[in-house]
């Protein structure tokens, strides 16, 4: 057992000869490759685990060694977190033979399932990866769930165990009560120290089977990511199920009808390294001129143009955006570089949505659909900088249903969507299954803030005397905007959550309308229960009177439901002292002047117009509300 890789080699990635003679002992015998996952909860180390697989496997050197090496995005660096998912192909020698490991390093935040559920139908396998210190955690679960539901083998991997506060014996008995995983198939490992790696990848090579699939049947390869490269165009990532694919041939994307020839192929050792074919099993990318950002769908299936297969392969069941909001420029110009901005992020999430709106207050926009707050978040900083864009983000709201008189389901992922009360039939909200995994003293806590939120509780689940995962049912509203934080701070940082949508239910919904000066503002619409209606409504206008200058007449803003105001305040008009000059003499001189004045004012407010500057806005959406 040696690691191999020429590690004077920058790239050092080949056991040895070149790129197309490696490859071509793997497409012969795709008994020597491994499909394989990492996935654990956020922070619990995968990126630093993937980091000593490309050093233990010489596929980069010691000098070239660095933290989270695989998180090219400055923001995956500067958060410590993984965003998007990654490939690399890495080459070791067990036994007397030399086996390709393809491995798809995957976020573990929960915003982010969608991507891990993509790379773990390209795999056979999966690292089930488990912080020693912290112990299994709801991401931990719902991960674990993922990849069985994919029928991959697990290998269950304790993190961090070079640490004083490292506590095995513990952990392992919190995954085999949760995960039913039997505590001496368990591994240790160290992503910091490289302890139990070496261990990592025999295990890896032993217990994950080989991919299923002839070089010999009619292509079929599963693309299930891509990214937009500006000068090579479209990069599509594949994982070959059927097949070969050579340089030069012509492939059909068959959910799409496009066809096109292949230029470029090769796979990522950890950099791009071109090759001239690749067969089934094997996981890398292609280019082929493609320019059109929507020529290309993930979960699509690769074949011959030529000679195509029948069937695609199930691909992936499409991502439903759940947290909407308007993404506006600051600068109405720059709408253009808006739209080509979302426009090529699009292409490599499109778990991501957008479409143009329109605001009176903000001007010419776009409603985004995200997965949750976090990727929200994420896709803001991304476009402003990457696009050198400054941008202003409306209230976040998730998407409803409504059925009406009619008897017609209308979905809703905009406030301005709502008709008339008299039309609505039924109101319905998106309700989620939430588990928080939590130290046992702050159960009643969480309990506490759930029933303030209209969550359902379920059931207690303990993990041992200390931890406990408690379940409960809520509306996804109440979730989206605050609860983890509230989460982590009852729990002092040690409380996580997962959470999955379960479907729409009838509830008592109404449309929550600011107006100023008579006139509904359009961006601070919102859709809340009826029961917290007015105590919202009050919280808005307050923070919305701070923000308004004064004008030379009365501006009264309003929060209604409907035609019925639930809350009001008004900003008092400027005045001047008519009557200063007026010493002494008739009262009805200064009469005749303050019922000039009056006058004025009203013609005034009748034709005036109010200035909303775009800070009262953004005051306002940074309360949440």
């Given at each position: 057992m040696a690691p191999m890789g020429n590690r004077a080699d920058p790239r050092g990635v080949l056991p040895r000869g070149d790129s197309n003679k490696v490859g071509e002992r793997f497409m012969s015998n795709k008994d020597l490759i491994r499909n394989f996952s990492i996935i654990a909860h956020i922070d619990h180390g995968k990126s630093t685990l993937a980091d000593q697989f490309l050093l233990k496997t010489g596929a980069i050197s010691q000098r070239d060694f660095r933290a989270q090496l695989l998180d090219g995005m400055d923001l995956e660096r500067e958060r410590g977190i993984t965003i998007r998912m990654h490939p690399v192909t890495v080459y070791y020698e067990h036994l007397g033979k030399t086996y390709e490991l393809n491995l798809i390093d995957t976020p573990g935040h929960v915003d982010f399932t969608y991507e891990v559920s993509r790379s773990l139908a390209a795999c056979e396998g999966a690292i089930l990866l488990v912080d020693s210190t912290q112990g299994v955690q709801a991401q931990t679960v719902a991960n674990a769930?993922?990849?069985?539901?994919?029928?991959?083998?697990i290998v269950p991997v304790l993190n961090k165990i070079d640490m004083e506060i490292s506590r095995p014996d513990d952990v392992k008995s919190e995954m085999e009560q949760v995960l039913g995983i039997k505590p001496?198939?368990?591994l240790g490992a160290s992503g910091k120290t490289g302890a139990g790696v070496e261990d990592l990848i025999v295990a890896l090579i032993e217990r994950i089977p080989p991919p299923t699939g002839s070089p010999d049947d009619k292509v079929r390869a599963l693309?299930?990511?891509?990214?937009?490269?500006s000068f090579k165009g479209v990069v599509i990532y594949i994982r070959i199920k059927e097949g070969r694919i050579k340089k030069g041939q012509r492939i059909k994307l068959m959910g799409l009808g496009t066809e096109h020839v292949v230029i470029e192929m090769g796979q990522f050792r950890p950099s791009p390294t071109v090759v001239d074919e690749l067969s089934a099993g094997q996981v890398g990318y292609l280019m082929a001129q493609i320019k059109k950002l929507d020529d290309v769908k993930i979960g699509d299936t690769v074949t011959d143009a030529l000679d195509p297969a029948t069937d695609p392969l199930p691909g992936y069941k499409e991502p439903k955006p759940m947290v909407f909001s308007g993404l506006y420029p600051s600068n109405n110009n720059d709408y253009e570089n808006l739209r080509d901005a979302l426009a090529k992020l699009r292409l490599n999430d499109c778990s991501f949505t957008y479409a143009p709106e329109n605001s009176e207050g903000l001007g010419w926009g776009f409603r985004c659909g995200f997965l949750g707050m976090l990727h929200r978040e994420i896709i803001q900083q991304r476009i402003e900088r990457d696009s050198d864009l400054d941008l202003v983000q409306t209230a976040p709201n998730v998407t409803y249903e409504i059925l009406n008189r009619k008897g017609e389901v209308i979905v809703v992922d905009n406030p301005q969507k709502v008709p008339d009360a008299g039309q609505i039939e039924e109101f319905r909200e998106p309700f989620i299954r939430i588990n928080f995994l939590v130290p046992s003293e702050n159960i009643g806590d969480i309990m506490k803030v759930c029933n303030e939120r209209r969550g359902s509780y379920i059931k207690t689940d303990y993990l041992s005397p200390i931890r406990a995962m408690v379940t409960f049912e809520m509306p996804l509203a109440e979730v989206i905007y605050d609860l983890f934080d509230k989460l982590k701070s009852m729990t002092k940082g040690y409380g996580t959550m997962d959470y999955e949508v379960i479907?729409?239910?009838?509830?008592?919904?109404?449309?929550?309308?600011?107006?100023?000066?008579?006139?509904r503002v359009d961006a601070l619409s919102t859709i809340v229960h009826r029961s917290t209606a007015e105590?919202?409504?009050?919280?808005?206008?307050?923070?919305?009177?701070?923000?308004?200058?004064?004008h030379l007449f009365e501006v009264v803003l309003q929060a209604a439901i409907g035609s019925r105001i639930v809350a009001r305040e008004s900003i008092s008009a400027m005045r001047?002292?008519?009557?200063?000059?007026?010493y002494g003499g008739d009262i009805s001189r200064k009469r005749k002047l303050l019922s000039k004045q009056a006058e004025g004012k009203k013609r005034m407010k009748q034709i005036g117009q109010v200035d909303i500057p775009q800070e009262a806005f953004l005051a306002v959406l940074e309360t949440g509300e």
């Open positions: 769930y993922l990849a069985i539901e994919n029928d991959l083998t001496e198939e368990v693309v299930y990511n891509s990214h937009f490269d479907g729409f239910r009838s509830e008592d919904l109404v449309r929550l309308d600011i107006l100023v000066a008579g006139k105590i919202r409504g009050r919280r808005l206008i307050k923070k919305m009177r701070e923000e308004i200058d004064r001047k002292n008519v009557t200063a000059k007026c």
